[in-house]
């Protein structure tokens, strides 16, 4: 089925469709063309820290694979209108990663691997925080000249950003079957 930008069937006969994921994904992939893959969470980890006036902490090792790299977006209900996915892409820049305040998040990737991959590490960050926060402590955040050398260290650290974790999850799931 093709379904146009403001919704419409073009051909076809599917009952239903999910326009908000139409939107999301449809205008990333039509803005990006080095997004090969996006997924789209509301995990509660993440739909929290997304809530924070100040997003994601440089607080984790997780959270560090996303310094000065994530973009965010402020929530304006459901994604139903080209307007809404052209505030998505002008939001996003060029960013893999943006959480959506009050929603969850995007994450994108120039492979499925890749993009599985920066999904794991913001869930973990998102967790890491939420747990972090509950305690009610001090935190400790490294210098803003170990942030910006670990984000480097991590993204650069292997060729293929995610295939080595993927065939790993590949297996483990293999395993349990």
């Known amino acids: 089925m093709r379904v146009s930008l403001d919704g ?3 051909e076809g006969t599917e009952y239903q469709y999910n326009k908000t994921g139409y939107i999301i994904h449809g205008f990333v ?4 063309k080095d997004i090969q893959a996006i997924f789209h969470l509301h995990t509660p980890s993440i739909v929290a820290v997304s ?20 973009s965010y977006h402020n929530y304006n209900s459901l994604a139903l209108s080209n307007t809404e996915g052209k ?12 959480l959506m305040r009050n929603h969850g998040s995007i994450t ?14 913001l ?3 998102c967790k890491t925080q939420c747990l972090t926060l509950a305690m009610n402590r001090e ?12 984000v480097k260290d991590l993204l650069s650290f292997e060729s ?18």
């Open 123 to 125: 869930e973990r960050a």
């Open 160 to 177: 293929n950003l995610g295939e080595r974790d993927w065939h790993a999850w590949v297996r483990l799931i293999k395993s349990k079957l």
């Open 139 to 150: 935190l400790s955040i490294p210098s803003e000249e170990i942030c910006s050398k670990a």
């Open 29 to 32: 992939y039509q803005a990006r």
């Open 108 to 121: 994108c990737g120039r492979t499925i691997q890749e993009a599985m991959f920066y999904t794991y590490h």
């Open 8 to 10: 419409n069937v073009i």
């Open 87 to 98: 505030r998505l892409i002008a939001d996003l820049k060029e960013n893999f990663v943006m």
């Open 51 to 70: 809530s924070l006036k100040d997003g994601l902490l440089p607080i984790s090792q997780w959270a560090l694979h996303f310094y000065n790299k994530i």
